[in-house]
């Protein structure tokens, strides 16, 4: 009996150890994590960028249980704007966001708040060109839910930023805020190689030292240049016309279209049962053009550029009608019946803007203690409507290697786990880049040779249904 009293005793005096300790270790890391010195601030992870994708990034850390512990800062140069009070006038400025995107956006809750303000379904896609009779359309009846959903990109900030708010117990955001300094972040010093932090001298003087920096600050990243990434750019030569359309009367306007001129492609894509958000790619001259002519002139060229039949080849258009009376031989009922794009009737006083188009692609997404999302490590042409979804896909991709990081007890800046997200993101972006690059280059030639190539594979690709369901699907897992 006095052996077992014994035996309990010790075992409860190492109980109590083992939680004493573990409760001063846990105090000791918090202390570690948020305090204050002369030599800074600590931080697990700070994310210099609060866009779309930033924000995203930084809800999605802070609904990870894995990373609870963990100190998160988000850095962003705008101010607070309060809450967002949703306007009666939509912006020109859309995304057509992705399932895979919405199912992201759904796990912290912001795809919530974004149905509850406002967004628009894609059922349907038609794309043609001017030059020939190819098409190629998606529907429902090849997948088993909506292609995409038309959102303003001003709602799908205000949603995220309002997941972000109810988190933030934690993370920290900082308006008004950027870092104006960088230190052991691109390896070049040999004294600095080895620290366990790279270090931010913010605006207002503060320093952070964080394990893990995350670049999310756009196209012109300011990380991306300091870490010293190698970049590849080209200048498109074209800009990108926006705006706000009001159409005739549709019974329902849930297709989303899109016609390729030799200048650039035209997309109408939907915004509610009247509006749809314009996307006209086009030289510079001709964008400077459509900025400045009356709205009624506008419209017309609108109009015009959809439904114009002058620059049909003759030659491409006899060689697809033997193609296409072939397939139809071989395969019975391929043919789709072509549904005619809207018309529009006006549009959105003070919705026209222009932006130059680019791509931008760095040839690294990672360093030690650094890692690159969203516009700062790639940037393509809209043509395909990808570039969003490709930088939440970032986000997932990221969350995912960060847990396994800390589950197998590794360093968040370790080189050898931000490698894999490199990897897996590489895999999926080079691919979609290049086609949409091949694509705009195809597209932007009225050479018959090239006219025949590109209308017999686009009707291929239309007349197999397995070739463009798959199709779809690998775009919409990106």
Partial sequence: MALRTTFTSKY?????????????????????????????EYADVVISGGGMVGAAMACALANNKVLKNKRIILLEVGRDTGDYVLPEKYSNRTCALSPSTVRLLSSFGAWQEIEAMRCHSVSRMQVWESCADSMITFNNQDMSESLAYIVENDVILAAIMRSLKRMSDKVEVRYKTRATAFSNIDGKDPSEVKLPYVGLTLNDGTVLKAKLLIGADGMNSVVRKEAGFHTIKRDYGQSAVVATLILGDTTSNDTAWQRFLPTGPIALLPMSNTLSSLVWTTTPENAKHLLQIPDDSFVDAVNDALWHEREKNALAGQVLDFFKNVFHTIFPGSESSRQLPPTVMNIEEGSRASFPLSLIHSSQYVKPRVALIGDAGHRLHPLAGQGVNLGFGDVQCLNEILTKSVQNGADLGSLTHLLEYETERQRHNVPVMLTIDALQRLYSTDVTPLVMLRSLGLHTVHSIPLLKVQMHIIINTL
């Fill in 12 to 40: 409860l005096k190492l109980i109590t150890r083992r939680f004493i300790f573990n409760e001063l270790s846990k105090k000791a890391f918090f202390s570690a994590s948020t305090s204050k010195n002369s030599d800074g």
